[in-house]
């Protein structure tokens, strides 16, 4: 490691969509001259360890640093209030403890700046103890950040209560170029049951007051894209959309080894002919949504592309409908976590059946892809919304009386998709759009260049 370069920490919220856009982040920065240090819970360090290509090494480029996130190794770390608990109670020692050790060596290797996803507001009370810069990075959509930060006028005006429930189930939206959102659909009440939406938006809230003493906010977003949003929120500074193929670097950050097999079976697919599934690394289907699906693939006739986590449904080995795999195998790959980027970004690839995490949002709206929007958690309701009726590059899958999609609406969607070209045109249209104003890259620049002033 090279040293009198300034020494930034960054820490990601401990989640796959959090700790890839970061890294991403964290690269660009050390391709610009910045050392950074990655903090990853010791439970997801591992993962990324043990998930890094053979051929690929990280430890050039940034250094990677671990502490406990406060639960036992057997604890389900997808339920977030039990893990933010977890963490509020352990990490924020533990992270200074680390910051000390670092601080008390030489002087050239001492913190600058703690980088931290915009929801640690821990990570910001240490940092101010050391008297260090701090930045927040928002790893999902402007959009959601003006929601949160009106969320006390919703509490105010009794149509939220106090632990953020909706008490009225209305439609919001606080500019014309924004998505509209229910009441019922805001992402803190997607969140889980009701100690974890408790949970989660009072930590949303004491963010959004930490936020208000931090140096910097950055944002995986680009200014072509959420214009409105970027109004309200002046103080965010969008550096997005963060993508892989932006840079030379490596893959790291991901918690499932990617299966690059599947790429050389995309170069065997027509172009433009391949639908992509893929849901992120939370989402879980029930036994008859998955049938669904899988029948609903079947039913477009086309080649696909799907990504079955291990973890997506109880028992996935033996959860396909009688028959599925021997009836597709011609024209139907089933991977257990793919190269996301660069699927996306193959010529084979027509359009994305998507859960509208954030990041494959960026990354659909990066490549060009129109998208079948399923949302599933959190705030890909909102990020849906902007797909399909903001930027008008995609569809949504719409539910039955069961409660569920239909084989025949997957098949339906898909038709529309790729039988009108409009999607298609649109798609490209804002692909070219979203990087083009340079803004984000300037930003970045600017950033790296402010970085590089601090005097402590
Ligand atoms: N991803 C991937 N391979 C897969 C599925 C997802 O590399 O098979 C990546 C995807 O490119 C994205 C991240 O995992 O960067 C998922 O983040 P997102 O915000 O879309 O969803 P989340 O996992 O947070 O629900």
New binding site residues.
Partial sequence: MKMGRPHVLAIPYP???HV?PLMELAQCMANSGIRVTFVNTEFNHRRIVKALPDNESISELIELASIPDGMELWEDRNDLGKLTEAMLRVMPEKLEALVEEINSGAEEDKIVCVIADYGLSFAFEVAEKFGVKKTAFLPASVALLALALDAPRLVDEGILDCDGTPLKDETIRLSLDMPEIRTVDLAWTRIGDAAAQKICFNSMLKSIESAKHIDRILCNSSRALEPAALKIVSACSPVGPLLASARLGCSAG?FWQ?DAACLEWLDEQPSNSTVYA?F????VFDRIQFRELALGLELTNRPFLW?VRNDIIDDSDNAFPDGFLDRVKLRGKIVK?????KVLGHTAIACFIS?C?????M?GVGNGVPFLCWPY?ADQFLNATYIADCWGVGLAAVKDGSGGVGREEIKRKIERLMGDERYKVRALELQAMAGEDGTSGKNLEEFVEWIKEIKL
Wanted: cysteine-free; hydrophobic content about 35%; proline content about 4%.
């Fill in positions: 989640a796959q969509g890839l991901h990617e893929a992120g690394s939370f989402t990504v976590w793919a190269p996301q980027q859960h995490g954030w990041n494959s949002t990354e958690f």
